[in-house]
């Protein structure tokens, strides 16, 4: 079946420091990948995704290149802010017969000090 | 403005009792899902439904139900058949299939139990 892994957390950075949480993915088809951001006691929000091999989706200064040779998805920000903490989600949507069905990694907190 | 409303943003159950959660969307999205979220983990998939008056199984469907009489609506009840229900139960929409389509998520339902 698919699965996704990312890195463990919490991941702790000072402000301007650079960013990357490692996401791999295990899947038969070929899926589109996501992040998303979950900020405390919300609900989550599409970050960025790609749809194929070699796709970047970037958004507010957030990267990630779709990797179909290493199974990866890796985020990246040059310089994190305090109001990028939050946890991250790494996902990815492939088929169940005539619908498509996201699988979830398990999250990275992302703590940013001032 | 279009979005997803999940109501209450905090529910207590009683012991035996049956619970209802709400979730509403204007987007005129065709699908919906319902997630629930435990700490430290990622979101794991209850329930989701394609187009009104269907709805399929997800991974860890024992001990709830849904309904879709509406493309608008899509509640979940927790049953007293679910013996460990105090999670975050947060609710998606999508449109309709295909390639790279994300789901938007409401800002999620906490659910205690007294």
């Known amino acids: 079946g698919n699965s996704v892994t990312q890195m463990e957390g919490p991941v702790t950075l000072s402000e301007e420091a650079f960013l990357t949480i490692n996401c791999t993915y295990t899947?038969?088809?070929?899926?589109?990948l996501f992040w998303y951001v979950q900020y405390p006691g919300e609900g989550l929000q599409l970050l960025l995704k790609a749809t194929k091999a070699d796709d970047k989706g970037s958004n507010k200064g957030f990267e990630a290149t779709y990797r179909k040779e290493t199974t990866s998805f890796h985020l990246e920000k040059g310089s994190v802010q305090v109001s990028d903490s939050a946890v991250y989600f790494c996902a990815l949507s492939d088929r169940i017969g005539s619908a498509r069905q996201l699988t979830f990694g398990s999250g990275t907190q992302l703590t940013v000090l001032p | 403005d279009g979005g997803i409303t999940q109501s209450p943003k905090y529910l207590f159950r009683k012991e035996g009792q049956n619970v209802t959660l709400s979730c509403e969307q204007n987007l005129n999205h065709d699908a919906m899902y319902w997630y629930r979220q435990d700490p430290g983990q990622g979101l794991r998939l209850i329930y989701y439904s394609q187009i009104v008056n269907d709805f399929q199984k997800g991974d860890i469907a024992e001990g709830y139900s849904v309904s879709r009489e509406k493309k608008e609506s899509f509640p979940l009840t927790v049953t007293s058949a679910q013996k460990n229900p105090t999670a975050f139960y947060l609710c998606?929409?999508?449109?309709?299939?295909?390639?790279?389509?994300?789901?938007?998520f409401g800002p999620g339902t906490r659910l205690l139990v007294l």
């Open positions: 998606a929409s999508s449109p309709a299939e295909g390639v790279g389509v994300a789901q938007y």
């Open positions: 899947a038969t088809g070929y899926p589109s």
